[in-house]
């Protein structure tokens, strides 16, 4: 069973910046395509961004532009470079393979964009 750590959340200030990672157990990491998802208070979970294991992403369009998705299979670690942040991208961040598997979610991370 692959596990997925998160972490890199944090309180961060509107416009500011923040590096997400995600690290992941196991060395099948590298032939699957991987997601970033988070889920805001009272709201359902959402796809933030997805690379392929090629290396292909695509992101969702309430981020494009800000947030950069990438990964490292020597490391088996994804990231998530999140710029020009906004109040309304407050949320718990997850990752998770691309599509998600429903018995690999992590614990995710916390990130809160607040002045």
């Known amino acids: 069973q692959v596990q997925f750590v998160e972490s890199g959340g944090g309180l961060v200030q509107p416009g500011g910046s923040l590096r997400l990672s995600c690290a992941a157990n196991?060395?099948?990491?590298?032939?699957?395509?991987m997601g970033w998802y988070r889920q805001a208070p009272g709201k359902q979970r959402e796809l933030v961004a997805h690379i392929t294991s090629g290396g292909r992403i695509n992101s969702a369009d309430s981020v494009k532009g800000r947030f950069t998705i990438s990964r490292d299979n020597a490391k088996n670690t994804v990231y998530l470079q999140m710029d020009s942040l906004k109040p309304e991208d407050t949320a718990v961040y997850y990752c998770?393979?691309?599509?998600?598997?429903?018995?690999?979610w992590g614990q995710g991370t916390q990130v809160t964009v607040s002045s």
């Open positions: 998770n393979f691309y599509p998600p598997g429903p018995r690999s």
């Open positions: 196991g060395n099948i990491f590298s032939f699957y395509a």
